[in-house]
């Protein structure tokens, strides 16, 4: 079997050359400097999570390698904001396009609609670039995955984002990742999805979550269905619950985060 994170990576690294020729990084950094002279923040996902009572991370997410379509005529400027009115903690967007039918111009749909919550840039961000979209389309925070980052690369784009007001949420999936935790991101998340198979096990953050400091922001990712993993989730130490697909097959994604979120204790 192909791995998919290898694939994914090797597309990106082609892609930000291609958005680096379209607008150079000098470019684009000038914009999110303009941005934070003129006093523009986005709100803490950390604080949100940390203060939730239910810690729910609902995703906009349209499409995906494993599944194909989820929701191909889903609608950034309207999914997002039910999500809000409906109680989630923070959003999720994902802005990758070509595997998962992505843009920034959602997070972007998402602000202009009259989302307020902390929104996270889900993409694959092996370059500072990248970084500087996400703050320039109005994300509060920036996934980081240890698998496709070199420790050292990795604590640069946390200290890139921290410049710039925003936050980091680094995932990991197995023991050997486990040290990238010493730099100090914002939150640390367990992804249960392998993304080299993308075969998903929610068992991964049950087994990974005592070897987490237990002071951190903890967030559990992918393949969370039900109201009583969340319970599971929350008593063995997590702050946070990523589910995306779950909710964006519903025929109405923000009533089933409502219905889903009742259903907790």
């Not at 996934?143 to 604590?155: F, N, S, T, Y």
Request: charged share 25%.
């Amino acid at each position: 079997m192909k791995d998919v994170l290898e694939e994914i990576v090797a597309w990106k690294r082609e892609e930000v050359v291609r958005l680096k020729e379209v607008m150079p990084q000098k470019t684009l950094q000038v914009r999110v400097e303009e941005l934070l002279q003129e006093g523009s923040q986005v709100p803490s996902m950390r604080q949100a999570l940390m203060q939730s009572s239910s810690g729910i991370i609902a995703e906009f997410k349209r499409k995906s390698p494993s599944k194909g379509w989820i929701k191909q005529d889903g609608d950034a400027a309207k999914i997002p904001l039910s999500y809000q009115q409906h109680g989630a903690a923070a959003l999720s967007i994902l802005t990758d396009e070509h595997f998962f039918g992505g843009s920034d111009r959602y997070v972007v749909s998402a602000r202009k609609s009259g989302v307020t919550l902390p929104v996270l840039y889900k993409n694959f961000i092996i370059d500072e670039y990248q970084v500087f979209q996400a703050r320039l389309c109005g994300a509060s925070a920036v996934l980081l995955i240890a698998a496709d980052l070199q420790k050292h690369e990795c604590k640069h784009l946390i200290e890139v984002a921290h410049d710039i007001g925003m936050e980091v949420l680094l995932e990991m999936h197995g023991e050997e990742e486990l040290e990238y935790v010493e730099l100090e991101p914002d939150m640390c998340g367990i992804n249960n999805r392998n993304l080299g198979t993308f075969v998903t096990d929610v068992a991964n953050s049950f087994r990974l979550s005592d070897c987490l400091p237990r002071d951190v922001c903890k967030v559990s990712e992918s393949g969370i269905s039900s109201p009583e993993t969340v319970n599971r989730l929350r008593a063995a130490g997590f702050n946070g619950f990523l589910i995306g697909e779950n909710f964006m097959k519903a025929a109405d994604p923000g009533g089933s985060l409502g219905e889903f979120i009742s259903s907790l204790l």
